[in-house]
């Protein structure tokens, strides 16, 4: 295939994606103004329901801001040569073939990110601050940044030169060893990234002794739940907005409440959003997906190994001479298309699973608890209330509130 082809054709899907997203993104705002359903009427009274549109309008327009710049920044790079002129600069440094591959991958990661930085600064200090939900300092915006710029290059460079080292020495058979690499790497942070990677952002500590502690400990032995961690953290540190998420599984599985949810809600209502996320073990969503994470991951890397040794494929995104580093940026646009159409089906059953986590909390616990905590944190987060069917479709991993309060009090 001529690399002119497969040039057009990565353009054809940088636009063709981003129109799809503007107009799912455009076909959502017109719902901005729709009425309240009837099960929702008591969320937001009208002054808030107005601070809710007025947040989601602000968002929708710097959205659209924000998704023309990318586009134009990545079809400018494409077409002028942006990812030749630092496939340059990487030869330009060594000769060693994965080092060049760490430097052309660590200036754009790197690079693109720090481009980012004015639009992150923006929707942190400027809207959300407007609308009351920012509690990141300067200091802390600026420390997680270094933070994540660090762990990036460090693992990163770790498994991508493993990924280049595994090609050189078995060829197109590479993907299997990577394959195993990224399955192994998955379980290990599922397994401990709330002990190595959440404590360098945030504070974590046990839940302190007390009626909470009782409930969800009289409840987690009610369903059989072995429950040894229970876990607060500091999610006030950067916004008031709340969550809860379950994470690990075995002697390793840990609840976290973030301290904002604990301040929002009320302990039976806690108790009950903490049902939804033993539901969600104890209907092996974890495992499912977990497990399904790592066979797409295959799925991919068995792709890729079909396309991986095409000079097409890295010639099409402008570069002087055929590499492995340059083809995985090829690739990466001409199977973003297949990525999109995983991410539908996984989102699919996110929203299934949602809902079977939901008649789990119902049927242990209660259903008016999570009804009423599920009602409090969306008008906490100012949530939007009347999605587009298609834009759900589309991006939401969780059904719509409306949705989850009917099959609650079904």
Not at 114 to 133: A, L
Not at 172 to 184: D, M, R, V
């Amino acid at each position: 295939m001529d690399n002119t082809i497969v040039f057009y054709c990565i353009l054809f899907i940088l636009i063709a994606e981003f129109i799809l997203a503007t107009v799912m993104n455009y076909l959502n705002a017109q719902r901005f103004k729709d009425p309240i359903p009837e099960d929702l009427k008591d969320v937001y009274n009208a002054e808030e329901y107005e601070k809710s549109q007025a947040y989601k309008l602000t968002n929708y327009k710097f959205g659209v801001f924000t998704s023309v710049f990318s586009l134009v920044l990545i079809l400018s790079f494409l077409l002028l040569g942006g990812f030749n002129y630092v496939d340059n600069i990487a030869q330009n440094q060594t000769d060693s073939i994965i080092l060049q591959a760490l430097i052309f991958f660590g200036i754009i990661m790197i690079g693109s990110d720090f481009i980012n930085i004015p639009f992150s600064y923006y929707q942190t200090f400027v809207i959300e601050e407007k609308f009351g939900f920012n509690k990141t300092t300067k200091a802390t915006f600026l420390t997680d940044k270094l933070k994540q710029w660090t762990m990036t290059i460090i693992v990163g460079s770790i498994i991508l030169s493993l990924v280049m080292w595994f090609f050189q020495w078995a060829g197109t058979s590479f993907w299997l060893y990577t394959w195993a690499l990224i399955a192994i790497f998955t379980l290990f942070m599922n397994l401990f990234y709330s002990k190595l990677i959440v404590p360098l952002f945030n504070k974590q500590k046990p839940l302190e002794a007390g009626t909470l502690k009782e409930k969800i400990e009289a409840y987690a032995a009610q369903v059989g739940f072995d429950l040894q961690n229970i876990f607060v953290i500091n999610g006030s540190k950067r916004s008031t907005k709340a969550n809860a998420y379950f994470s690990g599984f075995g002697k390793e599985k840990r609840v976290t409440l973030y301290d904002t949810l604990i301040n929002d809600l009320e302990e039976e209502e806690i108790v009950a959003v903490l049902a939804h996320e033993i539901g969600h073990y104890k209907r092996k969503h974890i495992i499912f997906n977990l497990t399904s994470s790592i066979v797409l991951t295959g799925l991919m890397l068995l792709i890729l190994s079909l396309f991986i040794n095409n000079p097409e494929v890295s010639l099409a995104i402008g570069v002087d001479r055929p590499s492995f580093h340059a083809a995985l940026i090829g690739f990466g646009i001409l199977y973003s298309p297949i990525s999109e159409i995983i991410g539908l089906l996984m989102n699919y059953f996110s929203r299934k699973f949602e809902y079977q986590a939901d008649d789990y909390a119902k049927n242990t616990y209660a259903a008016l608890p999570l009804v009423t905590s599920l009602k409090k944190l969306s008008k906490n987060s100012l949530s939007n209330l009347t999605p587009h069917p298609a834009y759900v479709f589309m991006h939401y991993s969780h059904p719509p509130l409306i949705d989850r309060i009917r099959n609650l009090k079904a």
